[in-house]
């Protein structure tokens, strides 16, 4: 590369998902003022949120739950099997909204109370396979997931790394912390998720925490 040539790297494309207008425009505000994130289309409710996803194929849907037409839930099962991720954004923190929408397939969930640099860490996070629950979300979670304990079966390293991602940290920063190569922090979270049958790191998070792994 050319001394003074920059690196052109592809915007995360967003879709924003809210019944309120003003809503709307605010997240687009934040959002577009990201260097490294573009809002590329809006929808009102879950019914218009499926055509736009359609159309505008983005890498992340930022959704919100109470809407009409179709609400959040039920357009987050249909979203959940394309290559988006759902990062629900709503007001709601009650068990009826938040275990159907992670049933549902949803990949965050964060409250309306987040600032513009949360919601912007957790849409990066997102397409790094790197999910994002606030503080009183993942403490219902735990509550809710009731497995076996199974980590005795795991090696002293893989303890390690459990720790680690229920702490939220990334494959890189887990890595960087346990001085070993991200190829070799990707086998030892697969081989966690096989020893304890979970399907994703969330899952995983939630273990660690609720077995005072962390």
Request: charged letters at 30%; proline letters at 2%.
């Amino acid at each position: 590369m050319q001394k003074g040539e920059t690196i052109v790297t592809e915007k995360i494309k967003v879709l924003v998902v809210d019944d309120h207008e003003m809503v709307r425009m605010g997240l687009v505000t934040y959002i577009n003022v990201e260097d490294d994130m573009e809002v590329v289309g809006e929808a009102g409710d879950g019914k218009e949120a499926i055509q736009k996803a359609g159309e505008c194929l983005p890498d992340v849907i930022l959704m919100d739950l109470l809407m009409d037409n179709m609400n959040g839930i039920e357009a987050t099962k249909v979203l959940s099997k394309t290559t988006a991720k759902v990062i629900v954004l709503t007001s709601y923190l009650d068990d009826e909204m938040l275990f159907p929408v992670i049933e549902a397939g949803a990949f965050s969930y964060l409250l309306k109370t987040s600032n513009a640099t949360e919601i912007a860490a957790a849409i990066r996070k997102a397409v790094n396979d790197e999910p994002t629950f606030q503080g009183q979300v993942t403490q219902k979670m735990i509550q809710y997931m009731n497995e076996k304990p199974k980590h005795t079966d795991l090696t002293n390293r893989e303890k390690e790394v459990l720790s680690l991602i229920g702490k939220g940290k990334s494959n890189k920063e887990i890595g960087e912390e346990l001085f070993i190569g991200i190829k070799t922090v990707k086998t030892h979270v697969s081989h966690i998720l096989s020893k304890l049958e979970l399907e994703d790191r969330t899952q995983a998070a939630i273990y660690a925490n609720k077995h005072h792994l962390v």
